[in-house]
Structure formats: C-alpha cells, structure tokens
C-alpha cells in the first residue's frame, strides 16, 4: 500500500544494511510499483503484524532469461529478525515464482563483512553461492550472487 512507504523505508534504513543510494533506489521502486508503472511482473510484498509491517520482499521475472527471476529487495524489521520471518516471506516469494512457471530465484549482496549473517541466512534456506563481481558496489565491495532452483532442471534441446 502506498501509505506503508515510509514504514517500510524507515524499517530498511533501521537494519543498517542499506547504503543512501539503495534507501533512494528502494523509495522509487515502491512509488512505481504503487503509481502501476513498475514493469511486468514485478512484485512487492510485506508481512505485517497487529497493522504495522514488519517484512518486505520486492522481486520480478528477469525478462531475458527463459524463467529466471530476481530478488531486488527482502528485510526484516530488527526487533522481529532472527524469529524465522524472513525465511517465511522468502518461502512465500518462492512459492509464488513457482506458481508462475519460474525456474530459478538470482539474489545479489555485498561482499561487505556485516553482511555475514546475510550470506548465513541464504545459505541456510537452500541458495547457494556462485559468483562474485570484485567492485561492483564499490571499490573492495564485491557482488556475491547466489542462487536457488526452484524447479528440476530440463532437458536442453539442440537447435
């Protein structure tokens, strides 16, 4: 809901784990997706809890892949992290992308040393981790990419 952008701005910027230009990026993502101007497919979702939103995921289909997806944005509240939400919401977010046919969820984060529990948390609900862009976010702030199946594999056909 439009009304809940600043909640849910204010809860990623209370995580520590969003730099300004992601904080602005995120803004603009969610006024887009509210305006109905977002591309196809994209996604948002907040778990909420007694009225106030205390989860977010954003995700949408890649579209030059043949049902590859991507995960732009997941958070949790600080005083709900650790109580198995964020796992819950990704559950839902895979469910989701399975029902529409998707084939594979693409995560990016920093290389940075506080986002540990970040890799932690993908690893430990099935991602794997399979390449890293040395500086892509900055100078010694690598991408790591992880990734998730979310349906077997298929035959290639030759062509």
Not at 10 to 35: G, Q
Not at 47 to 60: K, N, S, T, V
Not at 101 to 109: H, I, K
Request: without cysteine; glycine residues 8%; charged residues 20%.
């Amino acid at each position: 809901m439009p009304d809940e952008t600043d909640a849910l701005v204010e809860i990623a910027v209370a995580t520590a784990f969003f730099k300004p230009i992601e904080i602005d990026a995120l803004r603009l993502v969610l006024s887009d997706y509210h305006a109905g101007t977002a591309g196809p497919g994209q996604t948002a979702v907040t778990f909420e809890m007694d009225g106030r939103p205390l989860a977010f995921a954003y995700y949408a289909p890649n579209v030059m892949t043949d049902r590859g997806w991507h995960l732009y944005w997941i958070f949790v509240d600080r005083s709900a992290q650790t109580r198995g939400i964020g796992a819950k919401l990704l559950q839902h977010v895979e469910d989701d992308i399975r029902a529409a046919g998707g084939r594979m969820l693409v995560v990016e984060t920093s290389s940075l040393a506080h986002y540990e529990p970040t890799w932690h948390f993908y690893r430990k609900v099935g991602y794997r981790q399979v390449a890293v862009v040395p500086d892509l976010y900055a100078d010694g702030d690598d991408m790591i990419v992880f990734l998730k199946r979310l349906s077997e594999p298929t035959p290639a056909t030759a062509g």
